[in-house]
């Protein structure tokens, strides 16, 4: 099956801008939407970004304006790009697949750190 690996996180202060990545060590274009999940401490996972195979995005409200997913399917990695974050964005992040009928096996996330 195909193993995801999270990176990019850390500590940032509020404004700040993160990217993180998601590399899948086979082959994501059959997954036909990727999305990224966070879950902060006591909370359960959320979608916060989704992005299709032909580039619709969908984004949570708390995220809206300030986050931007993208793929590149050659290169099987999911990005997230995270401008003016927000001590509330404090949370691991993982990728896998939006759709939860498809959902991959997690991987270890990538922790973000939003705190001056």
């Known amino acids: 099956q195909v193993q995801l690996v999270e990176s990019g996180g850390g500590l940032v202060q509020p404004g700040g801008s993160l990217r993180l990545s998601c590399a899948a060590s086979?082959?994501?274009?059959?997954?036909?939407?990727m999305g990224w999940y966070r879950q902060a401490p006591g909370k359960q996972r959320e979608l916060v970004a989704a992005?299709?195979?032909?580039?619709?995005?969908n984004y949570a409200d708390s995220v809206k304006g300030r986050f931007t997913i993208s793929r590149d399917n050659a290169k099987n990695t999911v990005y997230l790009q995270m401008n003016s974050l927000k001590p509330e964005d404090t949370a691991v992040y993982y990728c896998?697949?939006?759709?939860?009928?498809?959902?991959?096996?997690w991987g270890q996330g990538t922790q973000v750190t939003v705190s001056s």
């Open positions: 896998n697949s939006a759709i939860l009928y498809y959902l991959l096996s």
């Open positions: 992005v299709t195979n032909v580039g619709r995005t």
């Open positions: 086979g082959s994501i274009s059959s997954i036909s939407s």
